[in-house]
């Protein structure tokens, strides 16, 4: 590890004590993770309509939990140096670094609950901005990125539902360091049409990008998306009914409606909440360099979001965290 990643490293740790000290334990654990302020954020964090709005000015994981809570997913303090928060994100605010050590599965999970309720049949969009550092390996069978799930205030997990944006190359054994994104979900969390394209996978369904000119975007580490995904759930009680979109520096990328199901019919659970997923695997290679994503912006809403109102300055590519040292 170089000498930049190490002195940022023990900066962590040293905060995350403090914090600790200071704020107590019971912090970390509210009902809702946001403590945004609002008035000062950007305009799309406003309005009624808006779930959660987490941009990390604060500094801190108030309120966020990691979903495994096990010593094997790498805890969840950044005293362990498997996060760095505060750390400089899009535009130079402030953001938070997830890291994962080299040929290392996965490293924190953390998850936060909305801080509105969502009605059984509502939908559901999250936009969010993603920085993949230079270089960075996906996986050729999966590489987890960020889930919409249900059960995120649950006390032990939660999750016992979700609808994943993934990265994969596009070929098995090609270039791992450019990807194609898309929509995932697992096969035995949902219900499928009887003779569908759906109903013919096995174990995992994917909505890959289907509008015009996006058949050869890849996403590449060194540069910040603004991503956004629309969820509408099939209804409770019917199979399939659902719409899954997404949209990334404010182009659809896909857009499906053809027998989606993203819960069972008969679930009663919503989708109240998300997670940052750094899983590398599930298949695919094991072998990865150290290496890192960056999350800032998130906002979870009832109505569309949108890209960026105005063209920001272009943000500067982090350098005080490096994983190719």
């Not at 993203?262 to 599930?282: H, I, M, P, Q, T």
Request: aromatic letters at 12%.
């Amino acid at each position: 590890m170089n000498k930049s990643l190490m002195n940022r490293n023990n900066f962590a740790k040293s905060a995350a004590i403090l914090l600790l000290a200071s704020a107590g334990m019971g912090a970390f654990f509210n009902a809702h993770a946001e403590n945004t302020n609002r008035a000062s954020a950007e305009p799309a964090c406003q309005g009624d309509a808006v779930l959660f709005c987490e941009n990390w000015e604060d500094g801190d994981w108030n309120g966020w939990r990691d979903v495994a809570e096990h010593p094997d997913r790498g805890g969840f303090t950044c005293a362990t140096g498997d996060c760095l928060l505060p750390y400089p994100g899009y535009n130079n605010s402030r953001a938070v670094a997830i890291r994962l050590k080299k040929d290392a599965a996965d490293g924190i999970f953390p998850r936060a609950p909305f801080n509105k309720s969502v009605g059984p049949n509502d939908t559901v969009y999250v936009r969010w901005r993603a920085y993949w550092s230079p270089g960075f390996h996906f996986n050729y069978q999966n590489t987890k990125h960020f889930y919409l799930l249900t059960n995120a205030a649950d006390g032990y997990q939660g999750g016992n539902y979700r609808v994943g944006f993934f990265v994969q190359p596009p070929e098995w054994g090609g270039d791992p360091t450019v990807g194609v994104p898309y929509i995932h979900l697992y096969k035995r969390d949902i219900d499928t049409a009887p003779g569908s394209w759906q109903d013919k996978e096995y174990g995992e369904i994917r909505y890959r990008p289907n509008q015009p000119g996006t058949e050869n975007f890849r996403i590449t580490g060194g540069k910040w998306y603004e991503i956004e995904m629309r969820i509408t759930p099939n209804p409770q009680g019917q199979s399939t009914g659902g719409r899954v979109q997404f949209w990334i520096d404010g182009k659809l990328m896909a857009d499906h409606s053809d027998n989606v199901s993203v819960r069972k019919a008969n679930e009663k659970d919503v989708f109240d909440g998300v997670w940052l997923s750094s899983y590398f695997g599930g298949g695919g290679q094991t072998n990865h360099p150290d290496q890192y994503v960056i999350y800032d912006d998130i906002i979870a809403s009832k109505q569309r979001i949108g890209a960026a109102s105005s063209a920001p300055a272009k943000p500067s590519s982090p350098t005080q965290l490096r994983a190719d040292g």
